[in-house]
């Protein structure tokens, strides 16, 4: 769905390429349960300051900041498309600003 709106998507294969991602990406997904399965804080990647959007299963107690989406599962496509565009575009206005 993100390829189709002309998003590069690159699926991780292990948590270390996920948090190099996470510090190099426009902007990240996560599924909460996989990190759960993983037994990886969900801390562990909400230190940066990139884009993120956060796949829940639940929205009760979800980190929520400026630079984070938390969707609800199930989702709709259009909802992620949604967060990413609405994340990076955000992200574009405070570099702007940041710039002058």
């Known amino acids: 769905m993100l390829e189709s ?12 390429e996920v948090e190099r991602l996470r510090r190099t990406a ?23 300051a990139g ?4 796949l829940a299963d ?3 107690e979800m980190p929520q900041a400026g630079h ?6 199930p989702l709709l496509g259009s909802a992620v498309v949604n967060a990413v565009h609405d994340l990076l575009e955000q992200a574009r206005h405070r570099d702007l600003r940041g710039a002058t």
Do not use: Q
């Not at 996989?34 to 940066?48: K, S």
């Not at 984070?68 to 599962?73: D, G, L, P, V």
């Open 5 to 16: 709106e002309g998003y590069d998507v690159v699926v991780p294969r292990n948590l270390e």
């Open 26 to 48: 426009a902007c990240t997904i996560v599924d909460h349960e996989v990190l759960a399965d993983m037994e990886v804080p969900l801390e562990r990647l909400l230190g940066g």
């Open 51 to 54: 884009p993120l959007v956060l």
């Open 68 to 73: 984070i989406r938390t969707i609800e599962k």
């Open 58 to 60: 639940t929205l009760d």
